[in-house]
């Protein structure tokens, strides 16, 4: 098997982050400028203010030094394209892409593409659970059993516990023959039961509630819930009562394999035969409530904001204040610095969730103490000595804007 199963099987995973990157990689010159849309930021230099003194005022001294900080990421990881954006109320903005979207056409990368965006699907199902528990349709201390039959420990793990990654069910993106089935046909079509029967195969990896162990599968039941206590096609359920009310028009949930243009190109290493191959046309249904979705840049700005506080941008709660409450208590994890909620984590205050499937990657979060936005989009999933190209650009770019909340976000221990 290929050595890069590993990440596919974990689905979004965290990386070992570290220090600055500094050395090109052959073929990108040294020094090299933005593909495509140059740094924006508001025009003169915001003054600090008290509302936000975690993020550095977004000047264009400080846009000269983030676009230095992801280009040298971009050369040392070898990422095609990125882009990046991060939003204040009163210390400016910055908007930047470089890089190529698609080798095979030239487009460059640009804010206004379509990315798939992997994990942070999870945000969306579990989102769309607590409305549920919100309206006293469902209850997070409820067992699964009780909504889905033949899960092991059904009668004990909880809705909470499937949400905050606590049910010691196996991941069933670990499982060598569900990455076989996808890697020799990635066009194919799974449907849920048959993503949870490679889980359910292998025995729990330990009792529900004794530890923190990121797992696709838990989403997947999830997903059943929603469908069944809504009445509703997850899609369709996230479309109504998230993505609208939030006006998230260019973010969808996926049928099948159909990625709206334009849209960028992905690349991995995680084949059959391990060599690099496009991704765009896979299937994402393996990923379905865990990992299916499509968004863009500006979408991803809001949803941001949107997940961390529960309230939609007219000012209607998506969440009740005291289910947002709870969604927030992060427990620690085994990752230092790194808690993880109901479908979210917290990573030095910045708030949101990554997202890797092959060949994208995505972070999109939120950091309260400065209502400052970070969004990152890639169009790789290919590690650098083991590290995720996203928590690389991550860490390297809030070293520069809010360096008393670095985000990194370091590799879970190798026993999972």
Same mark, same amino acid.
């Given at each position: ?41 508001a025009a003169g230099s915001p003054s600090p203010s008290p509302s936000a003194p975690d ?107 499937? $949400? @905050? *990654?606590? =049910?010691? +069910? !196996? ?9 076989? %089935? ?63 009310? $939030? @006006? *998230?028009? =260019?973010? +969808? !949930? ?9 849209? %960028? ?62 969604r927030l208590i992060t427990p620690a994890t085994p990752i230092p610095g790194a808690g ?32 400052a936005t970070m969004v990152v989009l890639l169009n790789t999933d290919i590690n650098h ?32």
């Open positions: 098997m290929p050595h890069s199963s590993a990440r596919l099987r974990r689905g979004a995973v965290v990386a070992v982050a570290t220090g600055t990157l500094m050395v090109p990689l052959a073929g990108t010159p040294a020094g090299a400028a933005p593909a495509s849309a140059p740094a924006v930021f993020v550095r005022a977004l000047t264009p001294d400080v846009a000269r030094q983030l676009d230095t900080a992801v280009q040298n990421v971009m050369r040392e990881a070898n990422v095609p394209g990125v882009t990046v954006g991060i939003w204040t109320p009163d210390r400016g903005s910055y908007v930047s892409s470089f890089g190529i979207a698609d080798k095979g056409n030239g487009l460059r990368m640009t804010p206004n593409l379509y990315m798939r965006i992997g994990s942070e699907t999870k945000t969306f199902t579990v989102t769309a659970l607590l409305q549920l528990a919100d309206q006293g349709k469902v209850g997070l201390d409820d067992p699964i059993g009780k909504y889905v039959d033949g899960v092991p420990n059904g009668d004990t793990i909880t809705l909470r516990q499937l $949400a @905050g *990654m606590r =049910s010691g +069910l !196996f991941n069933y993106s670990e499982d060598d023959d569900f990455y076989k %089935a996808l890697t020799s046909d990635p066009q194919r079509s799974f449907t849920p039961q048959q993503l949870l029967d490679y889980s359910f195969k292998h025995p729990v990896l330990f009792q529900p509630g004794q530890k923190f162990s990121y797992c696709n599968t838990n989403l997947i039941l999830l997903g059943l819930v929603v469908e069944k206590e809504s009445g509703q096609q997850l899609g369709d359920y996230i479309h109504q009562h998230i993505l609208a009310p $939030a @006006g *998230m028009q =260019s973010t +969808l !949930f996926p049928t099948g394999a159909e990625f709206p243009a334009p849209h %960028a190109q992905g690349y991995t290493d995680q084949t059959a035969d391990g060599k690099v191959g496009d991704t765009a046309d896979w299937n994402p249904s393996w990923g379905w409530a865990a990992g299916a979705m499509i968004s863009k840049q500006d979408d991803l700005r809001v949803w941001a904001r949107t997940v961390a506080t529960g309230q939609f941008p007219d000012g209607r709660r998506m969440i009740g204040p005291a289910m947002q409450k709870q993880y909620g109901l479908g979210i984590f917290d990573v030095q205050g910045w708030i949101g969730h990554n997202g890797s499937l092959p060949g994208y990657e995505s972070l999109t979060v939120y950091l309260p103490s400065a209502q000595d083991d590290e995720e190209p996203s928590t690389l650009f991550g860490q390297e770019i809030t070293q520069i804007i809010s360096p008393d909340h670095v985000f990194n976000l370091p590799a879970e221990p190798a026993a999972r």
